[in-house]
Each structure stands twice: as C-alpha cells, then as structure tokens.
C-alpha cells in the first residue's frame, strides 16, 4: 500500500525538549502522526503520515460505548552510528493481530505496519533522544469508529500511530521499585482479555494502582482471579522471581497474563546464559516462604516502557518483605545491561532481534511510499 506523506508546515513544528535527563513518559509528542481507515469492502485504505493533530469521531462511535480498541508499544532507539533501532517489531506486529482477532477487529500485514512506523520515523528522526536510556516510544492504536448505539463489530475502523520521546517509566529509575499485592480486585479472569492489549485490559488496574501509590507504591502484583492464590503480573509488567538459583514467571496457559516481547527476550537470554528458567505457576504463599527462608534471591519486572525493573519491597497483608536487602539483584543488572545494549547497538545481537531503520535525507524520496503536495 502507498502511504501518502504530507509534512506539517514549518511554522507547526514544535521545539524539541532541551533536557533529555526530565523527557519523563508519555508527555510529549512529536510532529506528525500515521493513519489509515479499514473498512469490510475495501480492507485498509487512506494510508498517510500527516501533522499530529485530534482525530474527528462520532458521539455514537463505538469505541467509545463498547470499547472495541487494541493497542501496542514499542521504542526506536538511536544507535551509536545515529542510526535507528527498533527491537523486534515483527512481534508487536504479531500481537497487535493476537489482540485483534480477540476483540473482532482487521488484520494488518506485518510489511504494511513496518513501512507505517519506518515512514513515521523518517519525518520525525530528530524527535528521537540522542541520550543513553532515552528513546522514542512508539503508540499504535486500532479503534472502532463506525457510529452505532448497539453492541456489534465495527465496520469502520481507524488505525492511528504517535509517538514522542521518553525517559524512564518509573519516578525511581532502574532502582529498586516498591509493590504491593492486590487482595481486592481482579484484573483479569481465564477466557478474558488478559493476554490482549486492549483499553480494558488496563481500565480495570487503574482503581487498585491509584490506590497503591497513595500507600506508597510503586505498582500492584496481581494474584489469579479465580481463587487469589497464584501470582500473575505486575500492572506494567511481567514479573520474575529468582528462588534457590532458578527463574520462575508465572505461565501464559490461562490466558491472563500479557505475552511480554521482554519477557519472551528475557527467558531466551537467561537460557543462551545456562541459568534455569521455568514457567511455572508460582503462589504468594510460595513467594513469602521462598523470602522467609531466604532463598528468594531477587524479584524484578520485564516490560518494553521499564525494560527491567528490579523489585526491592514486596507488601502483601499487611507486612513488607525486603527484597535482596532493597538492592538491585545481580541478574535484573544484568539483563538490564543486556538489553538495553542490544537495543541501542552497543552489545552484539546474536538472536536478530533488531530491526534497523536506515534513514535518508527528510526531503528525499522515501522507498514505498508517495509524497503528496503540501
């Protein structure tokens, strides 16, 4: 598919953030956006890059009454030789269509989304952070916009790409980071929406999230909603737990639980490494015993906004349980080393796992692509 580029005008640029040390996430945004419309007769239509702005919708679409929306998020990283990377895109791609056979909404071929994001970048390259752990993160969304007041698939539906430039997820940085157990709520049930990326997935977190941090912390470790036994994942991420010098992360096989990119990459480095890794289906009762008789070695999160987050307090009723002394564990700084070396090319990258933009002069012809008249 030809996707049309028309620029912003000059005068509609905004300035670039000065301090790349306060880009905090998901504050900024750059010049311009990627769209395009699907529709049962016509498949995907209308591709285009133009200037960041509000998209039109009906009162009555049905995004907005039914929640029929997926989304994904990804990073472009810039690497030593002022290149661009993206970290395996193709399975963002693959997920996007996951999350959108579950909520009934098009397909989009995996060559169409890469071209989207690379004709995105091309126009919006400067936006990209120059600073080691900065990046551009990178939002695409699918929305059921076709007005209607009645439960049904959509069949007109919006597909939309923005980014911006970001820092660390976390107020506290790679540092240790403070969870407590959700006992009150559920987050998702087997058969749900719980391996999906879609605004209800995280809709129904927000409540036990707010309620964390006006407690203190950082985020919420879910427990299974069957019988609030078994740890799932973390509000932003999945979770790790290092016992007796062997990973454990809970399964996918219920269905609750996010299908990380960082997670499968971390399993896969710690298995190329010769550490043991397992999934298995892991209780906050084995968890507190494992820190009671000291062989809970480290706790830590792997998602694409934290990358690695080691986790250094855990509460659960009532009582805090220290991780690792509240320090950062051995293998979460390794891992965090890991990655992100790969990501901004600064360590080898034996599994393939990069995905390299080769950029060109902006007002050059960019390969597959029309350019349209301002």
Same mark, same amino acid.
């Given at each position: 598919?030809?996707?049309?580029?028309?620029?912003?005008?000059?005068?509609?640029? /905004?300035?670039?953030? #000065?301090?790349?040390?306060?880009?905090?996430?998901?504050?900024?945004?750059?010049?311009? =956006?990627?769209?395009?419309?699907?529709?049962?007769?016509?498949?995907?239509?209308?591709?285009?890059?133009?200037?960041?702005?509000?998209?039109?919708?009906?009162?009555? !679409?049905?995004?907005?009454?039914?929640?029929?929306?997926?989304?994904?998020?990804?990073?472009?990283?810039?690497?030593?030789?002022?290149?661009?990377?993206?970290? $395996?895109?193709?399975?963002?791609? $693959? $997920? %996007?269509?996951?999350?959108?056979?579950?909520?009934?909404?098009?397909?989009?071929?995996?060559?169409?989304?890469?071209?989207?994001?690379? !004709?995105?970048?091309?126009?919006?390259?400067?936006?990209?952070?120059?600073?080691?752990?900065?990046?551009?993160?990178? $939002?695409?969304?699918?929305?059921?916009?076709?007005?209607?007041?009645?439960?049904?698939?959509?069949?007109?539906?919006?597909?939309?790409?923005?980014?911006?430039?970001?820092?660390?997820?976390?107020?506290?940085?790679?540092?240790?980071?403070?969870?407590?157990?959700?006992?009150? @709520?559920?987050? &998702?049930?087997?058969?749900? %929406?719980?391996?999906?990326?879609?605004?209800?997935?995280?809709?129904?977190?927000?409540?036990?999230?707010?309620?964390?941090?006006?407690?203190?912390?950082?985020?919420?470790?879910?427990?299974? #909603?069957?019988? /609030?036994?078994?740890?799932?994942?973390?509000?932003?991420?999945?979770?790790?737990?290092?016992?007796?010098?062997?990973?454990?992360?809970?399964?996918?096989?219920?269905?609750?639980? %996010?299908?990380?990119?960082? /997670?499968?990459?971390?399993?896969?480095?710690?298995?190329?490494?010769?550490?043991?890794?397992?999934?298995?289906?892991?209780?906050?009762?084995?968890?507190? #015993?494992?820190?009671?008789?000291?062989? %809970?070695?480290?706790?830590?999160?792997?998602?694409? &906004?934290?990358?690695?987050?080691?986790?250094?307090?855990?509460?659960?009723?009532?009582?805090?349980?220290?991780?690792?002394?509240?320090?950062?564990?051995?293998?979460?700084? /390794?891992?965090?080393?890991?990655?992100?070396?790969?990501? @901004?090319?600064?360590?080898?990258?034996?599994?393939?796992?990069?995905?390299?933009? &080769?950029?060109?002069?902006?007002?050059?012809?960019?390969?597959?692509?029309? =350019?349209?008249?301002?």
């Amino acid at each position: 598919m030809a996707i049309t580029i028309q620029p912003a005008s000059p005068q509609s640029l /905004r300035p670039k953030p #000065a301090d790349e040390s306060k880009l905090g996430f998901g504050k900024l945004y750059s010049d311009h =956006m990627f769209s395009m419309r699907w529709k049962p007769d016509t498949g995907w239509t209308e591709a285009k890059v133009e200037a960041f702005g509000p998209i039109g919708l009906s009162p009555a !679409a049905l995004v907005l009454h039914y929640g029929q929306t997926i989304f994904e998020g990804l990073k472009a990283y810039r690497n030593q030789t002022g290149g661009l990377n993206l970290f $395996r895109p193709l399975e963002n791609c $693959r $997920r %996007l269509n996951r999350s959108a056979q579950r909520l009934d909404l098009p397909q989009i071929e995996e060559s169409l989304f890469i071209e989207a994001i690379e !004709a995105l970048l091309h126009l919006d390259q400067d936006w990209v952070p120059k600073s080691y752990g900065s990046s551009l993160y990178i $939002r695409p969304t699918m929305i059921a916009t076709e007005p209607y007041i009645g439960l049904k698939s959509a069949q007109d539906v919006l597909m939309y790409i923005i980014t911006g430039p970001v820092g660390a997820y976390y107020p506290e940085g790679f540092n240790p980071v403070r969870i407590t157990v959700c006992e009150n @709520y559920s987050r &998702a049930a087997p058969g749900g %929406l719980g391996a999906v990326k879609t605004a209800a997935n995280y809709a129904a977190s927000l409540l036990a999230a707010k309620e964390a941090l006006t407690h203190g912390y950082t985020q919420v470790l879910w427990l299974d #909603a069957a019988e /609030r036994k078994y740890v799932e994942e973390v509000g932003s991420m999945n979770i790790f737990f290092k016992i007796a010098g062997e990973v454990l992360t809970p399964p996918l096989s219920s269905g609750t639980i %996010l299908p990380g990119i960082t /997670r499968d990459s971390v399993i896969a480095l710690l298995k190329q490494w010769g550490i043991p890794v397992r999934e298995h289906r892991l209780s906050i009762g084995d968890v507190v #015993a494992a820190q009671e008789n000291g062989t %809970l070695e480290e706790v830590f999160g792997a998602g694409t &906004a934290a990358v690695i987050s080691p986790v250094g307090l855990l509460e659960y009723k009532g009582k805090h349980y220290n991780v690792a002394e509240g320090t950062t564990g051995k293998l979460a700084n /390794r891992l965090f080393e890991e990655l992100m070396g790969i990501q @901004y090319g600064t360590r080898p990258d034996p599994m393939g796992w990069i995905h390299s933009v &080769a950029l060109t002069q902006k007002k050059a012809k960019i390969p597959k692509v029309t =350019m349209a008249a301002v």
